[in-house]
């Protein structure tokens, strides 16, 4: 009896015994060696972490390609046709026979076009001639109409001229001319896109 007793509680201690030996910890999704460490490889995204972002799975099958969808819509209706060329020209206003519109888009050899534009001579006056000095000229020039027009300076004495598309010079007195004050002179000359030119003198003085 006594045996058995004994054997009974040897059983019951071992029993209990392995019931109360905390188990291993699992392994974490990531440990795909499952050697419980960290290795390098296994850290996915490169973030220097070990955590749930590093689990992922073998990349999959590339999936079948899908159907072709059904073709585009009908043709639309073709649109009304555009105003000639002769005819915007008729709508500015102009008044003529369709040689007429030729006539006036034709080449400068062979243009009825007449352009216009005007210089006007003057003086100006400046405070300053040690270093360069903006003068505006714009309100000397017509620019020339129709077509564009070419600004520009020459025959300068005494200094240097340079002139923009708006009609400001850019005046450069020479040291001789600044150390005496003598005046900077020069041609202020617009040409049109028919080659014709005008030109008038522009004198600018030292105050």
Do not use: H
Not at 76 to 104: H, K, R, V
Not at 130 to 152: K, Q, R
Not at 163 to 190: H, P, R, W
């Amino acid at each position: 009896m006594k045996k058995l007793f004994f054997i009974s509680l040897s059983l019951l201690f071992i029993t209990n015994y392995i019931y109360s030996q905390e188990g291993l910890p699992g392994i974490n999704c990531w440990d795909l060696n499952g050697n419980r460490i960290n290795d390098l490889e296994e850290d996915k995204n490169f973030d220097g972490e070990y955590n749930a972002l590093d689990c992922q799975g073998f990349t999959g099958q590339t999936g079948a390609t899908g159907a072709t969808g059904p073709p585009g819509g009908p043709r639309g209706e073709q649109g009304t046709p555009g105003a000639s060329a002769y005819q915007i020209w008729l709508n500015l206003g102009n008044q003529g026979t369709e040689q007429d519109f030729i006539n006036s888009i034709g080449t400068s050899n062979n243009s009825t076009l007449e352009y216009t534009a005007n210089v006007q001579g003057g003086t100006y006056q400046v405070e300053k001639c040690c270093c360069p000095t903006a003068v505006d000229l714009s309100s000397n020039i017509t620019f020339c109409s129709p077509g564009s027009s070419i600004i520009y300076a020459a025959n300068e004495q005494n200094g240097t001229v340079i002139l923009d598309g708006d009609g400001t010079a850019m005046i450069f007195f020479s040291d001789e001319a600044c150390e005496t004050k003598q005046s900077l002179i020069f041609d202020l000359i617009i040409r049109c896109d028919d080659s014709s030119i005008i030109s008038e003198s522009i004198e600018i003085n030292i105050n």
